[in-house]
Each structure stands twice: as C-alpha cells, then as structure tokens.
C-alpha cells in the first residue's frame, strides 16, 4: 500500500521559512517524479513544484521561484520542500504527490498517489 506523509507545517511570519518534508512508504521514489501542490481556502489546488527523482529536472510555479526549492534525498526516499521568504499568500495546505509516469509535471490529473497534506499558515 503506497503511503506518502507530509509534515514540516505550522505557523510562521511573513518573511520566515518552513521546511516541508514527504516521505514515501509502499514504492520507492526512483523512477518516479513527485510533486508539491498547494490548496488554499476558496481556491483550486495549485501547483507549486515538481522533480524528477534523480535529481536532474525540477520545475517552479512562478510565484515560488527564488524563494522555494525542491530537492530529494534518495536514502530516505523524502522530498523536501524549502520555503523562503514566506508571504501571506502562501498559507494553503501543501501536498506532495507521486507521477509513475510523468516527469516534473505542474498538471496534477498526471499523478497517481497523494498525501494528506500539511497546513502552512503566514501571518502577516
């Protein structure tokens, strides 16, 4: 059974940082390209990045590039999501997925399995 697990959220001001991490248990992350989403209240999921798992190709939303970035440590079979610079639009609950598939796609239709989120909430 594929499991993955958020965690690394909480309550930050504008301007701080979160690292948000997602481990995998049921498949391992090689092959696969994962991706973080975001779902803010009233909103649509939003894209916010994605990486393939060596490592080779990421891909930004382009509110979070400069400030964000996504990277793999393959031992743990985690991702991580670093989040700088955090403004207020940011809060949402963060999501990572896995693509079997794709590559580091921003279309989250191309993903199979999904997390059950961890809540970022920047005061401003």
């Known amino acids: 059974q594929v499991q993955l697990v958020e965690s690394g959220g909480g309550l930050v001001q504008a301007g701080g940082s979160l690292r948000l991490s997602c481990a995998a248990s049921g498949l391992m992350f090689s092959s696969y390209a994962v991706g973080w989403f975001r779902r803010a209240p009233g909103k649509d999921r939003e894209f916010v990045a994605a990486?393939?798992?060596?490592?080779?190709?990421?891909n930004y939303a382009d509110s979070v590039k400069g400030r964000f970035s996504i990277s793999t440590v393959n031992a743990k079979n985690t991702v991580y999501l670093q989040t700088n610079s955090l403004k207020f639009e940011d809060t949402a609950v963060y999501l990572c997925?896995?693509?079997?598939?794709?590559?580091?796609?921003?279309?989250?239709?191309?993903?199979?399995?999904w997390g059950q989120g961890t809540q970022v909430t920047v005061s401003s």
């Open positions: 990486i393939s798992w060596n490592g080779g190709r990421s």
């Open positions: 997925a896995v693509s079997r598939f794709w590559g580091p796609d921003p279309d989250p239709s191309k993903y199979d399995f």
